[in-house]
């Protein structure tokens, strides 16, 4: 499950938004552009909630595998020289 990466050929969607005023006025006057900077960070945000959702779906598989591994050790372990 993972987030795509965002596709600059979709097409853009207005939406209206309320911000905190001083909020607006600095981001303004720093010329920073919002929905540039909204889109940044919401991919930011749904790529850590995805990861997280991932970690949550198979903390069983991944318990089991370090437990095997603990338990028999890794198909290398005699042949590694370092």
Not at 52 to 71: M, Q
């Amino acid at each position: 499950m993972q987030l795509a990466a965002l596709q600059p050929t979709q097409q853009k969607q207005s939406t209206n938004l309320s911000i905190n005023s001083d909020l607006l006025r600095r981001a303004r006057a720093h010329k920073i552009n919002l929905s540039k900077t909204l889109e940044e960070r919401l991919t930011e945000i749904l790529r850590q909630e995805e990861r997280e959702a991932w970690r949550v779906e198979n903390a069983g598989a991944i318990s089991d595998y370090n437990a095997r591994i603990e338990k028999n050790g890794v198909f290398s372990d005699g042949l590694r020289s370092f």
